[in-house]
């Protein structure tokens, strides 16, 4: 019989009975960025993890979803199950033609694991260069894995910091396949919207293989107000920059929970504000649709219509 370890300590469980969003999402909307957590027992956490979070389950996460509005989804893999991808791909082939996968693979990966997870949905794979999450992202490594990934049309999802971008963005500019930049490339929002450390990422951004994700205002806000209490004006120190790339870059750019929300420290949103949060930042009808489903439609299930 499997163990199970205790989650860290201070860890923020996820928000149970959510607000049902004032907003209504459009016909097919896609979570682009959402994560499974085990169940521990039945996919064991990452012995090289660092932090264990409680569980949260495919089932918990599909229940979320239909309480939001939500139709289709792309999961990311967690760093806390390392790579191994079974809880992903298990969640992606337990939701069929309705999930995506984004999968965490080593340089020595072969080409026949590379063909069972595009077969059971997945189409990208995630470098993570934030360093309390993962020890080293040494690029000779990740280039090997952008080589191999590129014949199956797959792409490559980046987490990084904005300080980091500077001294990443040639690196970025090498690999040979479309990127997905998550959660803005974590912007410092008591800086101006206009100033240069913005500037820098938007010119980054500005390449056409290059999507990003406006996600994570709950992790990115300083003077929120937090996403709890029925506010369903949240994190406006957000608001600005968010806006600006969905008005900058209107047909690359995507949306995700971030569901279960891992390493929070501050406070744990309810979910149903977070959708309330997005026509603060996509402010017409044509950028909902586009950021919600044409978009991640294009992307992840190209020539497919919405559900």
Request: glycine share 8%; with cysteine.
């Amino acid at each position: 019989m499997s163990t199970t370890s205790a989650p860290t300590p201070g860890w923020l469980d996820w928000y149970d009975g959510p607000a049902r969003p004032a907003f209504a999402l459009p016909a097919g909307a896609v979570d682009a960025h959402c994560h499974v957590f085990g169940p521990q027992r039945e996919f064991p956490f990452a012995p090289e993890r660092k932090y264990t979070p409680c569980d949260a389950s495919k089932g918990q996460l599909f229940a979320l979803h239909d309480h939001l509005g939500i139709g289709r989804r792309v999961v990311v893999q967690a760093t806390c199950h390392g790579a191994d991808n079974s809880a992903m791909v298990d969640a992606v082939r337990a939701a069929g033609d309705t999930a995506r996968g984004i999968a965490t693979v080593r340089p020595d990966v072969t080409t026949e694991e590379l063909r069972r997870l595009d077969e059971a949905g997945v189409r990208g794979v995630r470098f993570n260069f934030l360093k309390r999450l993962v020890d080293t992202a040494p690029e000779d490594e990740l280039t090997a894995v952008a080589r191999k990934i590129a014949p199956l049309g797959w792409h490559i999802v980046l987490y990084f910091e904005a300080a980091d971008l500077p001294e990443l963005a040639g690196f970025f500019a090498t690999l040979p396949v479309p990127v997905v930049v998550d959660h803005m490339g974590r912007p410092d929002v008591t800086r101006p919207v206009d100033g240069p450390e913005f500037a820098r990422f938007l010119r980054f951004a500005e390449r056409d293989d290059v999507w990003v994700k406006v996600s994570c205002p709950e992790r990115l806000s300083v003077s929120g107000p937090p996403a709890l209490h029925g506010e369903r004006h949240a994190y406006t120190d957000v608001v600005p920059f968010a806006r600006r790339v969905v008005a900058e870059f209107p047909d690359r750019v995507l949306w995700g929970t971030d569901w279960p929300h891992p390493n929070l420290k501050d406070h744990m949103p309810d979910d149903g504000l977070l959708v309330d949060h997005i026509p603060h930042v996509a402010t017409t009808a044509e950028q909902q649709r586009k950021l919600l489903v044409d978009n991640p439609m294009r992307l992840y299930w190209p020539g497919e219509g919405a559900v």
